[in-house]
């Protein structure tokens, strides 16, 4: 197989867009919106950093990878196998999904050819125990497994280039997290006058010890300075409330952006309550790394076709 990004040709480096934000202004922070959901069409923002470099060691072989109903690592997973003519199976939490019609987002994955295979939640949880990846493998044949979220030392080296892109160019990063390879990258590539801020969007307090495991993986210990800041999970993975949904429609027509709810809605929220506590010193500049764009419309497919199993 080709190089990704030869075939692919994403825009890298992603653009940093300055906005004018009266609630950043008036403390003297100039917020910059590192737009990484313009790399590709169809592998927007830490999607395309994390799986460029596993993509690169599958060598075109079956990918193999985790996700939960909505996950958008899981919709890149299978476009990226379009795309580049790979297969792809996607390994879903949820056994009791595998009888109902395919939501939105699991559609397109089925639209795209990945096949779909559910397993119930205890079997998830323990989804990176030997004895569930043997399983797996006895099913599958030959894979390529990527982890839940495509994070791994590959992808926290293929997000380094993330800090590297902002070096001088900002104070501070700030990333929504999920499974952690994002800010692990993206801390290494900076330059030590900086700092990444992760911005957790799942309750549990896991990502510290997650993260540093995967800098000690990725880069051989600690790299970059980082902090999170876990206040702004609103009840949790794909939860919100009234507040934030105002706040996302807000962010919308004060800039013209349309905010991804999940993961940037949070970010953004996140970073506005720090200005307001004064986090950040008087002339700081504050970046946002927009990971991701809302959920665009399926692909028709069926949803009890050949691509379903449990």
């Known amino acids: 197989m080709n190089r990704p990004e030869t075939l692919l040709r994403p825009r890298v480096p992603s653009p940093l867009q300055e906005v004018r934000d009266d609630r950043f202004d008036r403390r003297g922070i100039t917020l910059l919106l590192k737009r990484d959901d313009l790399i590709h069409p169809e592998l927007p923002g830490n999607k395309w950093r994390k799986l460029v470099l596993n993509l690169e060691a599958a060598a075109g072989r079956t990918v193999l990878t985790f996700g ?62 030997p004895d569930v990846l043997e399983a797996l493998l006895s099913l599958f044949g030959d894979v390529e497994v990527i982890p839940e979220g495509g994070s791994n030392a590959l992808a926290a080296q293929g997000c380094a280039a993330l800090g590297q892109e902002l070096r001088g160019l900002t104070d501070v990063a700030a990333v929504a997290c999920g499974t952690g390879g994002t ?25 510290g010890e997650a993260v540093a495991a995967l800098q000690h993986e990725a880069f051989g210990g600690p790299a970059g300075s980082w902090s999170l800041d876990e206040r702004f999970t609103f009840g949790g993975y794909a939860r919100t409330t009234p507040e934030l949904d105002a706040f996302a429609a807000d962010f919308e027509d004060r800039h013209g952006l349309p905010v991804e709810r999940v993961y940037v809605a949070k970010l953004l929220f996140a970073l506005t309550v720090l200005a307001e506590e004064g986090a950040f010193a008087p002339g700081s500049r504050v970046s946002a790394v927009i990971t991701g764009t809302p959920e665009p419309p399926a692909r028709t497919a069926l949803p009890q076709d050949s691509s379903v199993s449990r």
């Open 68 to 129: 939960g109903a909505y996950s958008n690592h899981l919709r890149a997973t299978a476009a990226a196998g379009r795309l580049l003519g790979f297969p792809t199976i996607g390994v879903v939490r949820g056994d009791e999904l595998a009888h109902r019609p395919l939501n939105p987002s699991l559609a397109r994955c089925a639209a795209d050819g990945m096949r779909l295979h559910f397993v119930d939640r205890t079997t998830y949880r323990a989804k990176a125990s």
């Open 183 to 207: 800010l692990a990258g993206l801390a290494a590539g900076l330059d030590d006058r900086q700092r990444a801020l992760g911005v957790p969007v799942l309750r549990g307090g896991f990502l």
